[in-house]
């Protein structure tokens, strides 16, 4: 038992291990063994999860304040971003039913968005010095965002807009 308390795990296998599984995430996704994003309306619901904080920390910025409207703030992003979080889990838990599906697609939901997102605002937004840095900062974010677009897209299951359906349904 003394040798098992020495071994320590890299944080490489820590990477292997997240990719490996957000692979498996996507693989699994594409064939429609899990649901990872169930309309484009649970698509929009992961976005907010990057949008709400830039938002509020815009404005925060943009209209200054003191230290308890900031506090505040920041109290506000993370209860906004905490029920935003749970109720896409319980909408992936309803879609799975399954908790290792669930929690699979899940990880793979929020990471997929939370990249998407950030590499979108990268995109529209660098945020570099020279117009050379903004230029290469946008066709990076460019680039990743040609690779990820079609994988978001293969993982939303009904690919149908919500008033189109309201309207095919009268």
Not at 20 to 37: A, D, E, P, R, S
Not at 61 to 72: C, P, T
Not at 104 to 121: D, E, R, W
Request: glycine share 8%; charged share 20%.
């Amino acid at each position: 038992m003394e040798s098992l308390k020495n071994i320590t795990i890299p944080s490489d296998y820590i990477l292997y291990i997240a990719g490996g599984f957000m692979l498996l995430g996507i693989f699994l996704g594409f064939f429609k063994k899990i649901t990872v994003y169930r309309d484009f309306k649970d698509l929009g619901l992961v976005y907010l999860l990057l949008v709400i904080p830039l938002g509020i920390g815009l404005l925060t910025s943009q209209f200054g304040g003191s230290e308890k409207i900031k506090q505040a703030a920041m109290w506000a992003v993370i209860g906004l971003d905490s029920f935003i979080l749970i109720l896409i889990f319980i909408q992936t838990y309803k879609d799975n039913s399954n908790i290792f599906a669930t929690v699979l697609a899940f990880y793979v939901k929020v990471f997929l968005g939370i990249l998407f997102t950030f590499y979108l605002f990268q995109f529209i937004f660098p945020d570099r010095a020279t117009s050379e840095q903004r230029r290469k900062s946008r066709a990076f974010s460019g680039m990743i965002l040609l690779l990820l677009t079609p994988i978001v897209f293969g993982l939303v299951r009904n690919r149908v807009w919500d008033y189109e359906r309201k309207i095919n349904s009268r």
